[in-house]
T-cell receptor, first 111, second 115 residues
Framework: QQKVQQSPESLTVSEGAMASLNCTFS??????FRWYRQHSAKGLEVLVS????GEKEEGRFTAHLNRANLHVSLHIREPQPSDSAVYLC???????????FGAGTRLKVIA | EAAVTQSPRNKVTVTGGNVTLSCRQT?????MYWYRQDTGHGLRLIHY???????QIGDVPDGYKATRTTQEDFFLLLELASPSQTSLYFC??????????????FGPGTRLLVL
């Protein structure tokens, strides 16, 4: 059964510094990866989707996927206090309804 | 972007109580999902549906029923609520399962407390 683990559990960065979040998964046949952001007491907002090894950029958010290492990461360029939230990694197979979520990384951006 | 709404946003009930959580999506998506979110567990899938009248079992279905009455509306029913069902519940929808169709869009969540 797919296991998805995120690290670190929490991260504090200064405004403008790069923030890097990690996600490891156990099923090497997974091919559909998404990063979501969850502000307190609100729903999840999809940030970036990536389906093949390499990187995918959406504005200030860049995902890096290395399926051989069972690893996908999210890098946030020039983070702002409004980026303070919980970031969730979701892993699935293309054409499959089933997402497996990590427990999240709580990011705090200080001015 | 998909619009998914949930009601109520907060609910308190007692053990053994009857609770219905509602979800509506207005973007003609075929798939709808109910998740629960608990500290340390991420989101876990309870039930999902691929159309009106259809229901599929997720990963943590015990103690929950669901019903999809229309393409827009998906309900989660707790008929004998227990304290272990205290959680944050999310509804989500997606257009389909094909390429570029399977992104799930989430509602704002319902916080349920079972005393």
């Amino acid at each position: 059964q797919q296991k998805v683990q995120q690290s670190p559990e929490s991260l504090t960065v200064s405004e403008g510094a790069m923030a890097s979040l990690n996600c490891t998964f156990s099923d090497g046949t997974s091919n559909n990866f998404r990063w979501y952001r969850q502000h307190s007491a609100k729903g999840l907002e999809v940030l970036v989707s990536i389906f093949s090894d390499g990187e995918k950029e959406e504005g200030r958010f860049t995902a890096h996927l290395n399926r051989a290492n069972l690893h996908v990461s999210l890098h946030i360029r020039e983070p702002q206090p409004s980026d303070s939230a919980v970031y969730l990694c979701a892993v699935s197979m293309k054409g499959n309804y089933k997402y497996v979520f990590g427990a999240g990384t709580r990011l705090k951006v200080i001015a | 972007e998909a619009a998914v709404t949930q009601s109520p946003r907060n609910k308190v009930t007692v053990t053994g109580g009857n609770v219905t959580l509602s979800c509506r999506q207005t973007n003609s998506h075929n798939y709808m999902y109910w998740y629960r979110q608990d500290t340390g567990h991420g989101l876990r899938l309870i039930h999902y549906s691929y159309g009106a009248g259809n229901l599929q079992i997720g990963d943590v279905p015990d103690g929950y029923k669901a019903t999809r009455t229309t393409q827009e509306d998906f309900f989660l029913l707790l008929e004998l609520a227990s304290p272990s069902q205290t959680s944050l519940y999310f509804c989500a929808s997606s257009l389909g399962l094909g390429v570029n169709q399977d992104t799930q869009y989430f509602g704002p969540g319902t916080r349920l407390l079972v005393l």
